[in-house]
């Protein structure tokens, strides 16, 4: 298992491994579960990709135009395009010698970024459109029901990026996106800009990640408690100082 930092990111392919004698898991995230005993996680580095880079023995004799498209993305993607804090010297040789096998930067971001379908963009207008803000104007949130994701025929693929829109709103240090994923589960995503700490507040609920970037499943209905869960992180924020 790689990049599931817990047992609801592994979805139903759980039930298929769990009885197995072996499972490995490596990962990046702080708090990450480990399944059973084999376990590695480097919370330092940016990515999966970078992980790998490091760990794997004599890499280069594996490497080859495939893998270094794979890792790549894998960096691409959780630095945001190279943007993040997490983006450092050390990324950029990686992905330096990742180019040097061929590969397609431009390429690979429109493939990544720009290749949205029409649905997505609906999905992002109603977002935007019911988002709101706290009182200091610091922390946005947004409530996602399932009858928007029916009215607009969009699936979980089209959640992909809305949250880093909103962040590139002015003067915020956080986002919170609470979609629900069925009638009984909702899947929180936290972002910031700031000090916020995501992984502390997607702990509150069973979650977890990074610094800047966390998320959450918890039993519910987000129309009856996603208010209720707003609240409560806006509350630990306040406590803790952090806006």
């Not at 999905?123 to 994701?149: M, N, Q, R």
């Not at 990640?209 to 519910?220: E, I, L």
Request: charged share 25%; glycine share 8%.
């Amino acid at each position: 298992l790689m990049d599931c930092s817990s047992r609801d990111r592994i979805g139903g392919v759980y039930d298929i491994i769990k009885n197995s004698n072996r499972i490995i898991s490596i990962d990046h995230h702080e708090g990450s579960e480990c399944f059973r005993d084999n376990c590695y996680v480097d919370t330092s580095v940016s990515s999966i990709g970078e992980l790998l880079f490091n760990v794997i023995p004599d890499i280069k004799r594996y490497m080859d135009n495939n893998l270094a498209t794979y890792l790549y993305v894998s960096i691409m993607t959780d630095t945001g395009s190279f943007a993040y804090s997490n983006t450092t010297k050390k990324v950029f040789q990686i992905a330096s010698k990742l180019i040097g096998y061929g590969i397609a930067p431009d390429y690979i971001f429109r493939m990544v970024y720009n290749n949205r379908s029409m649905k997505h963009f609906r999905l992002l207008g109603k977002a935007l459109e019911l988002l709101k803000a706290d009182p200091t104007g610091k922390i946005v949130h947004v409530l996602l029901s399932l009858s928007v994701y029916q009215e607009i025929g969009a699936v979980k693929e089209d959640n992909e990026g809305i949250l880093e829109v909103i962040r590139g709103l002015k003067n915020i240090d956080l986002v919170i996106m609470l979609r629900q994923l069925d009638k009984d589960r909702i899947k929180g995503s936290l972002r910031s800009t700031n000090f916020v700490d995501c992984h502390h507040l997607s702990k509150m609920f069973g979650g977890g990640g990074h610094f800047k970037a966390s998320g959450f499943t918890v039993n519910g209905d987000v129309d009856r408690v996603g208010n209720d869960i707003v609240r409560k992180i806006c509350e630990e924020v306040n406590r803790l100082g952090w806006i």
